[in-house]
């Protein structure tokens, strides 16, 4: 079993609808928990942190659930340019920081 | 903003031969790590650095080393480049270590062949 999970998609969902997708993690002692977004050809780019008592930030809700060993992302209200796959990444210690294989969005018009 | 310039885009190599791939950024970060990204495993650490001169394995250094002469860069080398090592390569740098504000390169799409 991997350490962190991502389905990897393709979630094709129409521009104006609400998407969500999870990311599992093997390790209780996992510390810290980041979304990335990575455009085509591009580079990975910070989207958040996931904190234990969820953040949003605009049309993106991040959250964690430590019992069941996942983070979520909910994207309401999606948009067009919100195509692109979406990274977790779980750190367990300074040298354990695993990046899940992503989900691929594709946003339709 | 922070720049992380990697020193190629693409890159084709022979089997065998010794590559160097260069990764420098602008913005004083003690961290610096090398990943390489494929299809279906996401990206895995091959090597990261918390000071010049020092460095330490990731999940995949078999085949890899690194060299931290100065703060500001951080290279990748194939010693012995094989086919397997056809891959995206992507530097990132960061304040902090623990993935939190990780700054990319545009990556290095590294052929042997």
């Known amino acids: 079993r991997k350490e962190v999970e991502q389905d990897p998609g393709p979630f094709n969902v129409p521009e104006g609808a609400t998407v969500a997708f999870n990311c599992t993690y093997s390790?209780?002692?996992?510390?810290?928990f980041f979304w990335y977004r990575q455009d085509c050809r591009k580079e990975p780019k910070l989207l958040m942190s996931v904190y234990s008592s969820g953040n949003e930030d605009g049309r993106f809700t991040a959250q964690l659930n430590r019992a069941s060993q996942y983070i979520s992302l909910l994207i309401r209200d999606s948009k067009l340019s919100d195509s692109a796959t979406y990274l977790c990444?779980?750190?367990?210690?300074?040298?354990?920081?695993?990046f899940g294989s992503g989900t691929r969005l594709s946003i339709r018009p | 903003d922070v720049k992380v310039t990697q020193s190629s885009r693409y890159l084709v190599k022979r089997t065998g031969e010794k590559v160097f791939l260069e990764c420098v950024q602008d913005?004083?970060?003690?961290?610096m790590f090398w990943y390489r990204q494929d299809p279906g495993l996401g990206l895995r650490l091959i090597y990261f650095s918390y000071d010049v001169k020092m460095k330490e394995k990731g999940d995949i250094p078999e085949g890899y080393s690194v060299s931290r002469e100065k703060k500001e860069r951080f290279s990748l080398i194939l010693e012995s480049a094989s086919t397997n090592q056809t891959s995206m390569y992507l530097c990132?740098?960061?304040?902090?270590?623990?993935?939190?504000?990780?700054?990319f390169g545009s990556g290095t799409r590294l052929t042997v062949v």
């Open positions: 990132a740098s960061s304040l902090a270590a623990q993935g939190y504000g990780y700054t």
């Open positions: 390790n209780s002692a996992s510390q810290s």
């Open positions: 990444v779980v750190t367990s210690s300074a040298s354990k920081i695993i």
């Open positions: 913005m004083d970060h003690e961290n």
